[in-house]
């Protein structure tokens, strides 16, 4: 027999329904074999994946050097509902259909159990709420159905608790056992074991959590015979400080359940109705909801610009996001050069204001990359190969030559500042935040170089780590100088330094070698490349897209020899690189081959989650990298759309569009450019964007040879074959 003894509490709530598109929801009746590739969950300050082990909290991270590593939390809200009935749970088994829905426009995920034979029904959900972004919640609604009497049996509802294993990161104490009655909460306070560097983190993280109620025992829910509903949420707060977590507890049981669930539901309505929504339109429903969810999964790792309570800094983005990050798969929740080659120029038109904060990351951590510097010997700032809390490198401690080699990642910095700046234009954000690292990666740039009549970077290691201590890398040495480059620039607009230091870096821009083969007319990847050696990935071929370098006959050969020699098994955004860089070719049928290898073998089915490697290899779950990839190859190689800046001025670029196969026409709201939203459709025969704004702006556009002054507001049409431009300025 059960234990009837408990404290009994139903929260009777209206049920939220929504007509959701098809396009945004993903339903499957079984899940994924591996439950990693289950979907990633997150608000920018807290993430789990759903039935996991653990929930991540931004910039939180244990262990010293190389053994850094986002600090598990266990997954108290992980949590499930059991039917049973006085006798016992046994009952459980009895469900006829099960399913599982997640809602990538509303931000959650459900799961439902029908019982046919007894007329009863159980639905879940679970989400981190976008809007109260301290707080996690579970909901119970059980029901009968319509054609059940109503004075049939009472049944009871087990809630379960599965958080996984004690944490190896936190120890945690108990400081209130609490008393929901009274409103006085169960409270755990949480303290990492071992700091990452203590010159640059004195203190261990300290972390509050706070249960609405405890279920450290299972509970049990009564649900009597003449009663159609039961409903229960359960609700868990976590910060670093007690009082917001405590507010945001109280501020969430002010709302009632319904007001709760819409108001998170509210908040990615606005991110997907007024920051950035793409629609497919044409027999692509697959691909439509693979972009979606591709979006939802790199969108919800970003902070909330609005929130309950303020956001603390922001702690970078990872890999394979927040809600994975304790594992060597995850790449223990570190930031990698894939933040700003891979995925802020996705972010930057979500909202400006996600890739400030990406970049502020970076910012805030130009002490840890100018020590980086000094302990190797050289001057400026090297950015680690993997940064967490203080900056430091912290990259594991099996592959110290990565960090050592793989020097790219600082110009890889700068490159992400200039861009960002050439769709932006903001002179204040480039004085302020750009300039200061762009000087430093100059410097270090500098002192890392050897020079003589020529200069090189030796014993260096390109994106393709299958080729270690080589000499002049092409893809570092391309980035290197346009580092350089817009440090002289830069420098010219924010500072009165030397006109000798500006030389030295105008200097080795200039004599920085950028390998070629006369005969075969290519790049060799780096200094004693032989033909035919298998790469990783994507390397050489960025010359093109995205660093835009090399657009002549040069890299059309690059392209084609080094997608023969790529490894079937690189990471996903590979494939995609060389969709977008023969898309400028206008080689079609090469680029919509490599589009659809970019995503089908790396897109789980159920929940489209993305693989690092192709299904069937071991690899990274969530991957966001390939997610940015995937994403730039579908705005910026088929859309034909660049943002660069010339001199002084910031040019909007357009080339003549195309679309993959199956679609008819892609509508992307918004595109940002300065201070404007643009509306942007784009199809196989033509572009048109129609941008709106305000203030005093002045820009270019170039198409082709023809360059058109813009202002705020404008109204662009580009045809397949036409060589004009048709421009309506609104000005």
């Not at 976008?130 to 059980?142: C, I, P, Q, S």
């Not at 009655?181 to 300290?206: C, M, S, W």
Request: net charge negative.
């Amino acid at each position: 027999m059960l234990n009837l003894s408990f404290v009994f509490v139903i929260c009777l709530i209206e049920s939220v329904t929504a007509s959701t598109p098809d396009a945004y929801i993903l339903r499957t009746q079984s899940l994924p074999a591996d439950l990693n590739f289950m979907p990633s969950l997150s608000n920018g300050h807290l993430g789990y994946t759903v039935f996991g082990d653990a929930i991540f909290m931004n910039g939180v991270y244990n262990g010293a050097g190389g053994n850094s590593r986002r600090a598990r939390i266990p997954n108290w809200i992980n949590i499930t509902a059991e039917l049973c009935d006085p006798t016992g749970c046994q009952i459980n088994n009895a469900h006829t259909d099960v399913g599982y829905e997640m809602d990538i426009r509303g931000g959650y995920f459900k799961y439902r159990k029908e019982y046919s034979s007894l007329g009863l029904t159980l639905e879940q959900r679970t989400y981190p709420h976008r809007y109260y972004n301290r707080a996690l919640v579970y909901e119970l609604l059980a029901y009968r159905n319509t054609s059940t009497p109503l004075n049939s049996d009472s049944q009871y509802l087990k809630l379960s608790q599965h958080p996984g294993t004690a944490s190896d990161a936190f120890d945690f104490e108990v400081l209130n056992n609490g008393s929901f009655a009274l409103e006085d909460y169960r409270i755990l306070r949480g303290v990492t074991k071992v700091v990452e560097l203590q010159q640059f983190q004195p203190n261990p993280h300290e972390i509050y959590v706070i249960f609405s109620e405890s279920l450290e025992q299972p509970r049990v829910l009564h649900w009597p015979a003449g009663q159609r509903e039961l409903r229960h949420r359960i609700i868990i707060c976590l910060d670093r400080e007690q009082s917001v977590a405590r507010k945001e507890m109280q501020d969430m049981l002010k709302l009632s359940p319904d007001a709760m669930l819409q108001s998170h539901i509210d908040a990615w309505t606005d991110f997907w109705d007024k920051q950035f929504s793409i629609e497919i339109i044409g027999n692509a429903l697959e691909l439509s909801r693979i972009v979606n969810a591709g979006i939802f999964y790199m969108a919800s790792s970003l902070p909330a610009l609005s929130s309950n309570q303020a956001n603390e800094a922001y702690g970078g983005l990872s890999p394979t996001g927040l809600a994975r990050g304790n594992l060597d798969a995850d790449y223990e929740g570190h930031s990698f050069w894939d933040t700003e080659i891979w995925m802020l120029p996705v972010v930057t038109q979500f909202n400006y204001e996600f890739s400030k904060q990406l970049l502020d990351y970076r910012y805030n951590h130009l002490e840890g990359a100018r020590y980086n510097a000094r302990i190797m010997g050289n001057r400026g700032a090297r950015f680690p190969w993997e940064s967490a809390f203080t900056g430091t490198e912290v990259i594991n401690p099996c592959c110290v030559e990565i960090a050592q080699q793989e020097i790219h990642i600082s110009p890889d910095i700068s490159f992400g500042l200039q861009k960002f700046f050439a769709q932006t234009n903001d002179y204040a954000w480039l004085c302020q935040r750009a300039w200061p690292i762009a000087a430093d990666v100059a410097e270090f740039l500098v002192s890392r170089s050897a020079c003589e009549d020529t200069c090189h970077f030796l014993n260096v290691m390109g994106p393709d780590e299958d080729h270690s201590d080589v000499n002049d890398n092409v893809y570092t040495n391309a980035v290197a100088k346009i580092a350089l480059d817009f440090a002289v620039w830069a420098g010219s607009k924010c500072s009165n330094s030397s006109t000798e230091t500006f030389e030295q870096w105008r200097q080795l821009r200039d004599k920085l070698v950028i390998l070629h083969d006369a005969q075969l007319d290519y790049h060799p990847q780096h200094s004693g490349y032989t033909l035919g050696e298998t790469v990783k990935q994507a390397d050489t071929i960025l010359l093109g897209y995205p660093l835009q370098f090399d657009s002549s006959s040069t890299h059309l050969n690059d392209l084609q020899y080094y997608a023969n020699v790529t490894r079937a098994t690189g990471p996903a955004m590979t494939w995609s690189m060389f969709a977008a860089n023969y898309l400028s070719t206008k080689q079609d049928w090469r680029a919509h081959e490599y589009f659809a290898r970019g995503y089908q073998n790396y897109v789980h089915k159920e929940f489209k989650v993305w693989s690092e490697v192709p299904i069937g290899y071991n690899g990274s779950a969530n991957f966001l990298t390939g997610i940015g990839g995937f994403l730039q190859s579908l705005i910026f190689g088929y859309g034909g759309l660049n943002f660069a800046r010339a001199g002084d001025t910031s040019q909007l670029q357009l080339s003549t569009p195309n679309v993959p196969p199956d679609v008819q026409q892609v509508l992307i709201k918004y595109i940002k450019f300065a201070q404007s939203n643009c509306t942007w459709t784009f199809q196989y025969s033509s572009s048109n964007m129609i941008c709106t704004g305000q203030g005093n702006q002045s820009f270019e556009l170039l198409q082709g040879n023809q360059r058109k002054p813009l202002g705020h507001s404008f109204n662009v049409t580009l045809n397949r074959g036409d060589p004009n431009m048709y421009i309506n300025v609104i000005n």
